[in-house]
């Protein structure tokens, strides 16, 4: 009897992984995102044993439609776009990909850090526009980011990287917030001593900058609300690498109007991509950026790598090497 499993490919995966697929599979490459492809996607779901992809999502009613699946590997750490509990009562695997991003998300906030703070986008765009006629002044000089305080909220690995950077590159004291305080002596030594937990609201009350890092749950979902972003120092900047649906988009524009906030910068967004009449697009104090978080060639493709392995394991019976608790709870 042929090992051979039906693999639904439901975003583009890099050539090398696709025939590593291909040499043991049975693989139809469809993205529902893309109309043409919906119609194969619809054909390919009932048969599909396992399916690899990212950016769609897989809830209830696409699980009713694949009555044989036996796993889903997520080409991204975040699992905000899978039903957990529905797929935990099917008993189908879900894999994901930590670790390979880590470095990558951490260096793309803090370009967001610093694009804020020294107003890298807006003074960029002076230049080529041709409006550096005169040498700048007050009105548009930045803010130090050495030595500001740092508020990281949700404090898994980018956000220790993200820490690393800070701390031990910019002198930048820093705060986190975590379900329960990380043994730094164990986990990560360099941060002894050089970042602290605190409390929701300390960390917000004492932080120059705040960067959320929190994944997408009913505990996180608006999170940062109008209370929140009251809490946070005047003339504070925030910053958002986790998910867009954690902060209130609505309060996050208030908090800048009224000048409490001095600026933001946005890697993710409630709805993306970014609807073209959302106020944040154009935003002139709002560093915008198209959820580019791991979007290097580089670690998209390690992304890529250990997704495929986590699949290939999976229909292979073995245990992958990235699996996603959904029976955990939000
Ligand atoms: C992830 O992997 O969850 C990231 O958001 C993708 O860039």
Redesign the pocket.
């Known amino acids: 009897m042929s090992d051979k499993k039906k693999v639904l490919v439901f975003r583009e995966l890099p050539d090398d992984q696709l025939a590593r697929l291909i040499a043991v599979h049975d693989v139809t490459v469809a993205n529902p995102r893309i109309a043409a492809q919906k119609a194969a996607f619809d054909a390919a779901l009932p048969g599909a044993q396992g399916l690899i992809g990212s950016s769609y999502p897989i809830d209830s009613a696409v699980l009713a439609r694949a009555p044989k699946l036996e796993v889903v590997s997520s080409v991204?750490?975040?699992v905000d776009n899978y039903e957990l509990a529905a797929l935990h009562a099917r008993g189908i695997l879900l894999c994901h990909?930590p670790g390979v991003?880590t470095e990558t998300v951490a260096d793309t906030v803090f370009a967001l850090l610093m694009a804020t703070s020294r107003r890298v986008v807006e003074l960029a765009n002076l230049v080529r526009e041709g409006r550096w006629n005169k040498n700048i002044g007050p009105e548009l000089f930045g803010r130090d980011v050495h030595g500001k305080t740092l508020g990281i909220l949700g404090f898994g690995r980018i956000g220790q990287a993200l820490a690393r950077r800070a701390a031990l590159g910019f002198g930048m004291p820093v705060l986190y917030h975590a379900r329960r305080p990380v043994d730094l002596a164990a986990q990560a030594p360099e941060l002894a001593g050089r970042a602290q937990h605190a409390s929701f609201a300390d960390l917000l009350a004492r932080s120059d900058i705040v960067v959320a890092m929190l994944p997408l749950s009913e505990s996180t979902r608006g999170l940062m609300n109008a209370d929140a972003f009251a809490q946070m120092k005047p003339g504070s900047i925030f910053i958002n690498g986790g998910r867009g649906a954690t902060v209130r988009e609505d309060a996050l524009l208030a908090a800048l109007d009224s000048g409490h906030l001095h600026a933001a910068g946005l890697d993710v967004f409630a709805t993306e991509p970014l609807p073209l009449d959302s106020p944040l697009r154009t935003h002139p104090r709002v560093t915008a950026l198209p959820?580019i978080?791991?979007?290097t060639h580089e670690t998209r493709h390690g992304m890529a790598v250990l997704a495929t392995s986590n699949l290939l394991q999976a229909l292979a019976g073995e245990r992958p090497a990235a699996t996603y608790d959904t029976g955990a709870g939000a």
């Open positions: 991204s750490v975040g990909t991003l959820h978080g791991s979007a």
